[in-house]
């Protein structure tokens, strides 16, 4: 897939250790993957907070200097990739602002459905927006709430909030956490080596930091961490059967993190052996799409017995590039990240993996590499159905017509790419590799049944 979904964002709360803010630096180093638009970190030293936030990598955002500014025993942080609002640096995140109880916080990951509506009625009573972002709503409601308490105006203001969200606050003297009512993206809650508490968007900022995975914050449920205190918990919304995104599985996160509670490796290695049971084909070697499509690969060759190997390489260092103007210097972007090892592909008929397609064109252009390095077939294998629908939740994909799914059936689309043959991953087989339990994953990407 490369860059043709982008997830909209991550986010991390630390709370009770007296380096709150460097810990969320490493935090949102783990998490980059999930967005490289900008960064921004917001620490409270009990008395006053302080905001840091840039367009930009988290590495090259914050140094020591910058992180000692930052002090205080409680911070959250934010990586962005954008979907909803503008890429000027009033649209990174946290938000901040100051309101009749004091100072608060908020970074966001996830989509507002209402976040229009909401908007219109809040500027109707007078309220002046300073970006584009759904996450602002938020600031507005809890500053207009007559609730007395500032967890009471929490609860005041997701209760009028549609779509997915998984939030942290910060205010002067506490930390709140908060998933909406379905579960859309993920939040999980551990426990650092000190005694205080993170809370993160994927497990793998866990590892770096040596905190301990205590749960999942479930659907709908909001935490309160106070100084002294274990967290407490208040379900915000009962009775509610999860959705959470199976794309998370299938693309977003990063391998070694364990989201919704499985582990994201095994899960995509299961995936790559359902595709090989329902998909076979006769061929040399199995091969993945970098770095998405990698364990899917393994699964594939564990269970066909054809060897893997790793037939393309792929360039980390290889940033956005704007010079695409032409259809030749498109090509050359791909040619510049991905590179084929021609002794490895020469003569062989090769199964690539790929975790998605979307627009088609960048499997295009791989097959059209193969092929060119001597392949004598090329099969594409795709690791989950066929993305046939936007996703409103958080997901920066492409409208409905610039999704080749969409528009072509899978021969079509194999005739368009030029490789010998094209399968997917059927939902049936995707429900089975995740072990999905009654109707609890949101799979609109694929059915085009949205929840919300």
């Known amino acids: 897939m490369l860059e043709?979904?982008?997830?909209?964002?991550?986010?991390?709360?630390?709370?009770?250790?007296?380096?709150?803010?460097?810990?969320?630096y490493f935090s949102l180093h783990a998490l980059q993957h999930r967005g490289q638009e900008a960064a921004g970190i917001s620490s409270s030293d009990g008395k006053k907070l302080h905001t840091i936030k840039k367009r930009g990598l988290v590495m090259r955002i914050f140094d020591e200097a910058k992180l000692k500014t930052l002090s205080g025993s409680s911070a959250i942080?934010?990586?962005?990739?954008?979907?909803?609002?503008?890429?000027?640096?009033?649209?990174?995140?946290?938000v901040f602002a100051r309101y009749d109880l004091g100072e608060m916080a908020i970074v966001h990951n996830g989509n507002l459905t209402n976040a229009e509506e909401v908007r219109d009625g809040l500027i109707a009573k007078g309220a002046i927006f300073q970006t584009f972002m759904d996450t602002e709503n938020l600031i507005h409601l809890i500053a207009t709430s007559e609730k007395e308490k500032l967890v009471d105006r929490i609860i005041d203001s997701v209760q009028r909030i549609e779509g997915a969200f998984s939030l942290v606050f910060l205010s002067r003297k506490k930390m709140f956490a908060m998933r909406d009512r379905f579960g859309f993206r993920p939040l999980s809650l551990g426990k650092l080596p000190n005694g205080g508490y993170i809370v993160a968007s994927e497990t793998c900022a866990f590892d770096l930091v040596g905190a301990e995975f205590i749960r999942d914050v479930k659907p709908g449920e909001l935490l309160i961490f106070e100084e002294g205190k274990e967290p407490t918990s208040i379900q915000v919304f009962e009775g509610v059967t999860p959705k959470h995104c199976i794309f998370e599985y299938v693309y977003f996160a990063r391998p070694d993190s364990k989201v919704y509670g499985q582990s994201v490796y095994q899960t995509r290695k299961d995936m790559g052996k359902e595709l090989a049971r329902i998909e076979p084909v006769e061929a040399d070697i199995v091969i993945p799409v970098p770095d998405g499509g990698v364990p899917a690969a393994i699964g594939y060759s564990q269970e066909s017995g054809i060897p893997y190997e790793m037939g393309i390489m792929r360039n980390h260092y290889i940033g956005r590039t704007f010079i695409e103007p032409t259809q030749e210097m498109r090509d050359l972007k791909v040619k510049m990240k991905l590179s084929p090892m021609t002794d490895i592909i020469q003569g062989k008929r090769v199964i690539v993996i790929d975790d998605s397609i979307v627009r088609g064109t960048t499997s295009k252009r791989i097959v059209k590499m193969l092929k060119e390095a001597g392949a004598s077939e090329v099969h594409m294998r795709v690791s989950s159905p066929p993305t046939t629908d936007p996703c409103f939740y958080g997901v920066d994909t492409p409208d409905k017509d610039k999704l080749i799914a969409a528009n072509m059936s899978t021969q079509e689309i194999c005739d368009f790419i030029e490789a010998d043959s094209l399968a997917y991953l059927d939902e049936e087989s995707l429900l089975r590799s995740v072990n999905a339990k009654e109707d609890n994953y949101c799979t609109a990407c694929f059915t085009g049944k949205y929840i919300v």
Do not use: W
């Not at 942080?77 to 946290?94: K, W």
């Open 4 to 24: 043709d979904v982008n997830e909209k964002c991550a986010v991390v709360g630390i709370f009770g250790h007296e380096e709150a803010s460097k810990l969320a």
């Open 77 to 94: 942080g934010h990586t962005r990739y954008s979907t909803a609002g503008d890429d000027s640096i009033l649209d990174a995140q946290p």
